[in-house]
């Protein structure tokens, strides 16, 4: 059975680490969480970017926070990628799969994945 | 909503966003009863603008004007046969006593009943999205309970890790499910 003791091991394990990220997070991706967002299936698009971007590697520079309504309902779940010195790049009618891809092709490789944003969309 | 765990977390929204030290989900099952009750000490609203709410051409939002979450929410518990419920004081008016109430019911054996979902989700979701609020959530039937209450948690992490850490996430989620499991 887990027990609430078992986070004094997280934490120990996180001192390290939180010091390493402060203020380190060079990208942000921004969850659309309003309920337009909620009802078109945004709590797992996010999970998929909370666990994603863990799993790769990249808490340290990648920053997944929840914002409310972003105005283009129609197109939700929406999702913005911001990084420093670089334009906004807005994905749309997002899902678990399309975040994964997200994550290696634009967050790792660095590399906008055009078919998921907004002007492919909007055509 | 496909689920009810997604109004929970559309309406627990509305309390992180009425800077509400602490919001309660409490949720308790009975053989042909859910009640969902979203408690929370935020602002409030004034008496004016409980009565508006449910209305969807009232809203919060700036972008549009239309605010659907609440009366969705109404009508997914009328449609089974139950009831919806809120109270709400102003800060305003009732500076050491304000905050938001909303109740329903819902008789879980209507055709019209939408199913609960993944709730573990939901509270997952508005930590990670929040780390600094707090969340008191508790699910009982009749065979057992579980809960969580991010004060404990906070308390053992101390300051210095954010709730939002997905080692903390990921901790939270198996807690709760482990829960579920032994009830």
Request: proline share 3%; hydrophobic share 40%.
């Amino acid at each position: 059975m887990k027990s609430l003791a078992e986070l004094q091991a997280i934490k120990d394990k996180m001192k390290d680490k939180v010091v390493l990220r402060e203020g380190s997070a060079q990208k942000r991706v921004v969850v659309g969480m309003a309920t337009c967002g909620i009802a078109a299936g945004a709590r797992p698009v996010l999970n998929a970017f909370v666990e994603g971007v863990s799993k790769e590697g990249l808490s340290g520079e990648v920053a997944v926070t929840q914002t409310g309504c972003i105005g283009i309902c129609q197109y939700e779940p929406v999702v913005e990628v911001f990084e420093a010195g670089k334009e906004k790049v807005t994905y749309v009618k997002m899902t678990a799969e399309k975040a994964q891809r997200v994550i290696t092709d634009h967050l790792k490789g660095g590399k906008v994945v055009t078919e998921y944003t907004i002007a492919a969309y909007a055509k | 909503m496909k689920e009810l765990s997604l109004n929970i977390l559309d309406i627990a929204e509305n309390s992180v966003k009425a800077k509400a030290p602490l919001t309660q989900i409490l949720l308790t099952e009975t053989e042909d009863l859910l009640t969902i009750e979203i408690i929370d000490n935020g602002c409030g609203m004034t008496g004016d603008v409980v009565k508006r709410v449910t209305d969807p051409f009232y809203t919060t939002r700036t972008t549009r004007k239309v605010g659907l979450g609440i009366p969705f929410f109404k009508m997914e518990a009328e449609q089974t046969g139950g009831t919806f419920e809120i109270e709400s004081k102003a800060e305003a008016e009732y500076p050491e006593d304000h905050g938001t109430i909303i109740k329903a019911t819902f008789h879980k054996d209507h055709i019209d009943f939408i199913p609960l979902g993944d709730v573990v989700s939901t509270v997952t979701t508005l930590i990670q999205g929040h780390p600094d609020s707090d969340f008191l959530f508790r699910h009982a039937f009749p065979t057992g309970t579980a809960s969580l209450d991010t004060r404990e948690i906070r308390n053992e992490l101390g300051g210095g890790v954010s709730l939002a850490e997905y080692e903390v996430i990921k901790w939270i989620e198996e807690y709760l499910k482990e829960q579920y499991q032994s009830i």
